[in-house]
């Protein structure tokens, strides 16, 4: 069984850095697309960044293209987000997610961390 364990989250005021990880376990993990998603108070979650399994496509929401950066690293069987110039509406709990090479929707999901943006 795929387990994914994020972490990383934090307060940071308005403009500054975070680095998030996920570190994914049970399957091989080269063999998933992965993704990071938020959800704000209030909204529904959304898709923030995904990578392909290898690591040579990625896709951004257009809401953090030039400011997030999403990596992989499949010998260490992490993903990471980083995020620059923070905002206070970047503020929502961010989860990993892992989607099976050919699966239509993410079907395994970590237990989220949270990410506060102060102004």
């Known amino acids: 069984q795929v387990a994914l364990v994020e972490s990383g989250g934090g307060l940071v005021q308005a403009g500054g850095s975070l680095r998030l990880s996920c570190v994914f376990s049970?399957?091989?993990?080269?063999?998933?697309?992965m993704g990071w998603f938020r959800q704000a108070p209030g909204k529904e979650r959304e898709i923030v960044a995904d990578i392909s399994s290898r690591g040579g496509s990625t896709s951004y929401a257009d809401s953090v293209k030039g400011r997030f950066t999403i990596s992989r690293d499949n010998a260490k069987n992490t993903v990471y987000l980083q995020m620059n110039s923070l905002k206070p509406e970047d503020t929502a709990v961010y989860y990993c997610a892992a989607r099976t090479i050919g699966a239509l929707l993410y079907n395994y999901w970590g237990q989220g961390t949270q990410v506060t943006v102060s102004s």
């Open positions: 049970g399957r091989t993990f080269s063999s998933y697309r």
